[in-house]
């Protein structure tokens, strides 16, 4: 819940869910809140740490196989955290955070893992190598701008009826199925993109920041931000990623 004074974003165990610099999210959460006059602090909570049942956002990065399952078991155990997110609750879960909150994902060892249930997501393992490289996506929201991120994974995702994926995939892997990228689902947010996502997206920052606030936030451009985008587009295109995108229909 949001406090009187700041919004509480919780850093969920970065030394375990925390790879490609997904710690970050944090910092453009706060410093695009900050910008439009609200206070922020940034919790983080160690691996073995009670999770606080009420925090404005939450964010889960990515994590090494290992370190992966070891989250899971800790945050299996976390049920005030869990019914939080079933609730409603604003959060970002990136790459393994978005697995952990699955149905269900199977490890590299061909196990299938139960996740925390959250998003009616599946995930398993993609064939042959893994997805590595530039991302971009266009938002089946249409108040957000195109999608770009950097993946590294082996995991898909399979999207129930109750998710509904973040953007239409042009280059890149993503899900891996039905040539989409991520999830959302109530307060959720779920997706394979680092870079980190949200300092590469601000809309996708603005988005949790009136989840979390319950009402809308103030137009604001952050010329360092667009520099990013703009060159990370440049590569992009650069790389043919946008060819597809850029194609008239037929």
Do not use: K
Request: aromatic share 4%; proline share 6%.
């Amino acid at each position: 819940m949001t406090t009187p004074d700041a919004l509480d974003v919780v850093l969920v165990y970065p030394e375990l869910l925390g790879l490609y610099g997904d710690r970050g999210n944090a910092m453009a959460l706060a410093h695009r809140a900050r910008a439009r006059g609200h206070r922020v602090r940034v919790l983080r909570v160690g691996a073995g740490e009670p999770v606080p049942a009420e925090a404005d956002i939450y964010l889960l990065g990515g994590g090494e196989d290992a370190s992966m399952l070891v989250a899971g078991e800790l945050l299996a155990e976390q049920h005030a955290f869990v019914r939080a997110l079933r609730s409603g609750a604003c959060c970002l879960a990136v790459c393994a955070g978005f697995q952990l909150l699955s149905q269900g994902y199977t490890g590299p060892d061909g196990r299938t893992h139960a996740g925390l249930g959250v998003l009616d997501v599946e995930c398993g393992r993609l064939p042959g190598s893994r997805a590595v490289g530039e991302v971009v996506a266009r938002p089946y929201d249409d108040r957000w701008g195109l999608i770009t991120g950097y993946e590294n994974h082996q995991g898909d995702a399979r999207l129930g009826p109750d998710a509904v994926p973040l953007g239409e995939v042009f280059g890149g892997v993503g899900n891996g199925h039905a040539g989409n990228e991520g999830a959302r689902q109530l307060g959720v947010l779920g997706t394979y993109l680092h870079g980190p996502v949200l300092a590469r997206n601000p809309d996708l920052a603005d988005h949790l920041l009136e989840g979390a606030l319950g009402s809308p936030l103030g137009d604001w451009v952050d010329p360092a931000v667009e520099r990013l985008r703009r060159e990370r587009l440049r590569a992009a295109d650069r790389r043919g990623l946008l060819r597809r995108l850029l194609e008239p229909c037929q």
